[in-house]
């Protein structure tokens, strides 16, 4: 299976998820001082994903058939981890959307290493409402793995 989709996401606070549509992770103990300075907080079945803007910022999702390539020239910043999608469906939605009316993206359950990667962190207004940062997150089969830095952010 592979897919790719793309979304304006309404990163409120500063943050969105990409986790398993029945997930059980308590959003509201992730952000701590460590996953605020990597722009990524991770639960078994849920990854919070740190912005430059907490406005509508732009959201690729690829779900591949294995893992990618690192392309880190293309990114400021690259971390892998992974994520438990075990109801077979993923949501993407900013943290204070409500995520049952989110879109059901069917996905084949199981566990998936997951790449966040983020760019134009430095393209932000004075004001840091608009700016062309972006964000990509890839998932492929594979197991659960704790945070590793591919590109740190600088």
């Known amino acids: ?6 979304f304006d996401v309404f990163a409120d606070y500063f943050q969105f998820y990409v986790c398993d549509a029945a ?3 308590d959003t509201a103990s992730l952000w701590v001082p460590e996953t605020v300075d990597r722009m990524l907080a991770t639960g078994p079945d849920l990854l919070g994903v740190g912005t430059a803007r907490n406005m509508l910022v732009p959201v ?3 779900v591949l058939d294995r893992e990618p390539s690192p392309d880190p020239d293309d990114w400021d910043g690259m971390l892998d981890c992974g ?15 409500e995520p049952a009316e989110a879109e059901r993206i069917p996905v084949p359950a199981g566990d998936y290493g997951a790449r966040v990667s983020c760019a134009g962190l ?4 004075e004001d840091g409402l608009d700016g062309d940062d972006r964000y990509r997150i890839q998932l492929w089969p ?3 793995r704790p945070v590793m830095v591919v590109k ?3």
Not at 83 to 97: R, Y
Not at 122 to 125: A, F, I, K, N
Request: with cysteine; hydrophobic share 35%; glycine share 14%.
């Open 142 to 144: 594979g197991g659960v």
């Open 122 to 125: 430095d393209t932000l207004s």
């Open 152 to 154: 740190p952010l600088g």
């Open 60 to 62: 690729e999702l690829q």
């Open 1 to 6: 299976m592979s897919l790719t989709r793309r």
């Open 83 to 97: 994520l438990s999608l075990h109801s077979g469906a993923l949501i993407v939605f900013g943290c204070t959307e």
């Open 23 to 25: 997930y059980t992770t």
